[in-house]
């Protein structure tokens, strides 16, 4: 999967689409990602002893990893994702189209 946590990444399909949001996790046997601020769902609480009312909270639900795409502060736009080895043969993310790396530290070393 080509997207991290942490990650900032667009929405490009759904009700959502066009907002840019932080990655808070991956699931990869699913292939879902959950944004934060993005496919917001209400959950209701049945009341317990420690919350005899009860409560309706709100929450982020995950979403397809094919509706999202990595995203470039820089200009503002949504990215591809190619990778290449850098110079001490680490495995890294760059952007396809400018070849700028993405990844702040490289990856594990190729064998």
Excluded: C, W
Aim: glycine share 6%.
């Amino acid at each position: 999967m080509r997207i991290k946590k942490g990650d900032k990444v667009v929405v490009i399909a759904g009700a959502y689409k066009g907002k840019v949001g932080e990655v808070l996790s991956v699931s990869l046997k699913n292939e879902k990602v959950v944004v934060s601020g993005v496919n917001m769902i209400t959950k209701h609480n049945k009341p317990s002893q420690a919350n005899p009312e009860g409560s309706i909270t709100t929450k982020e639900a995950p979403i397809h990893v094919s509706n999202v795409a990595l995203y470039d502060s820089k200009k503002k736009v949504a990215v591809k994702v190619a990778y290449e080895f850098d110079a001490e043969g680490n495995k890294i993310r760059v952007n396809r189209k400018t070849r700028e790396a993405l990844d702040k530290k490289a990856s594990k070393k190729k064998k």
